[in-house]
């Protein structure tokens, strides 16, 4: 079957690596994000975005045999290798549907998660605000998104955005946006019907074995996108780049550690 186009399309093509190359990532920002949310047995918890079951896992763990974990994804491949990761166990259930508008019916969850999702969708506003509609009154509502970047991090990106055509040259942004502050996070949860909203933040090292394994890490979520707008006889010219980058950071040794700055906006359904 042929790969969906556009962002779809990239985790598609990224699922069978997505999350699987040895480096803890989206397991403990789901992880964290899930442990503010506290689901308790029994409850009906909704995953959106569900990616390879990073935040489905734990969310079936504390709901239970009792209750049902739920995780949407719009890319097949996802949902399909998902589907089969989480069959063992009865009280989970992975769909094909749209972050953006769930199909799923109102007050239907008690807790609604969805993790380094948000700021890929075409209105996040929009999509906040039927997913608070998804909860029963009183349920909890919990993103995660990134705050401050690492500059280090920061450096090694560029490098690869400086080989992709379609970046040179482009005209910078308007002005912030509504993810580049807890603030701003927090408006849209607001503005989406959320009460009592508030944000915790969390710093992530994330280690990897060598440029190598950052360069397998970069190709194995959405920044693949990058890497296949980038002509494929330059990859190797990228990789000695940041390899170079990394050497000029200090950060070559027995591994390489950046930080990642997490975000967790977290509301709730008026009572």
């Known amino acids: 079957m042929k790969s969906p186009e556009g962002p779809v399309g990239v985790f598609d093509r990224a699922a069978a690596v997505y ?22 047995p029994g409850e009906r918890a909704l995953d959106v975005g569900c990616g390879r079951g990073a935040v489905l896992a734990p ?3 504390l709901v239970g045999s009792t209750g049902h974990a739920v995780g949407i994804d719009l890319a097949p491949e996802m949902v399909r290798r998902t589907t089969g990761d989480f069959a063992h166990l009865a009280q989970v259930r992975v769909r094909l549907d749209d972050a953006q508008k769930p199909s ?14 948000l700021f890929f969708l075409v209105d996040p506003g929009a999509a906040l605000a039927r997913w608070v509609e ?18 280090a991090w920061s450096r090694l990106d560029t490098v690869l955005e400086s080989f992709v055509p379609t ?36 710093t992530l090292p994330v280690r990897f074995r060598d440029v190598d394994h950052f360069l397998a890490f970069s190709w194995s979520h959405g920044q693949r996108a990058l890497w296949e707008a980038v002509p494929e006889e330059t990859h190797g010219e990228v990789r000695a780049a940041i390899a170079v ?27």
């Open 134 to 151: 998804l909860l029963v009154p009183g349920g909890r509502l919990g993103v995660t998104t990134f705050g401050k970047q690492d500059p």
């Open 167 to 202: 970046l040179a040259g482009a005209p910078a942004e308007a002005g912030p946006g509504p993810f580049d502050s807890d603030v701003g996070v927090e408006s849209l949860l607001l503005g989406a019907g959320a009460v009592d909203v508030q944000t915790v933040t969390r």
């Open 59 to 61: 969310l079936a763990r």
């Open 104 to 117: 799923l019916p109102p007050r239907s969850f008690d807790v609604v998660v969805s993790s380094m999702v």
């Open 245 to 271: 980058e990394v050497e000029a950071l200090g950060l070559r040794g027995t591994e390489i550690v950046l930080e990642e700055h997490v975000r967790y906006t977290l509301g709730r359904r008026r009572n």
């Open 19 to 40: 999350d699987a190359v040895g480096v803890a990532y989206f397991e403990p920002i789901a992880e964290g994000l899930v442990a503010e949310l506290a689901p308790r």
